[in-house]
């Protein structure tokens, strides 16, 4: 999964939600290879990149989600975190600006 030069301005919830919707509906399932890349997120209230799979169990040892890399976005945010969730093995930052301001 690719998300490369978009613009998410102004977000009441996370701009790039990634869950794997195990116990629900099963409508998604884990990624591996996500390249998020060249974006611009302005005015985020956070988390912006939110990783929340719905199953009710992890299994120590096996992430839902593998192969994450954030780089080289623009991260303009008023508060919150910049990426949160579970079950993500080792995500990789490289290169992002990040901004803070109230």
Known sequence: ???????FDGMSMASIYISSDAYQRFE???VQDVVIRDNVFERSA???IW????NREVVPGQ?????????????DM?????????????PTFRSNHVRRHA
């Open 1 to 7: 999964m690719t998300v490369t030069r978009r613009h």
């Open 28 to 30: 998604s399932g884990p």
């Open 46 to 48: 956070g988390p912006v």
């Open 51 to 54: 990783f929340d799979p719905t």
């Open 63 to 75: 992430p839902m989600h593998r192969n994450v890399l954030i780089e080289d976005n623009r991260f």
């Open 78 to 90: 008023a508060g919150g975190a910049l990426a949160a969730g579970r079950s993500v093995r080792d």
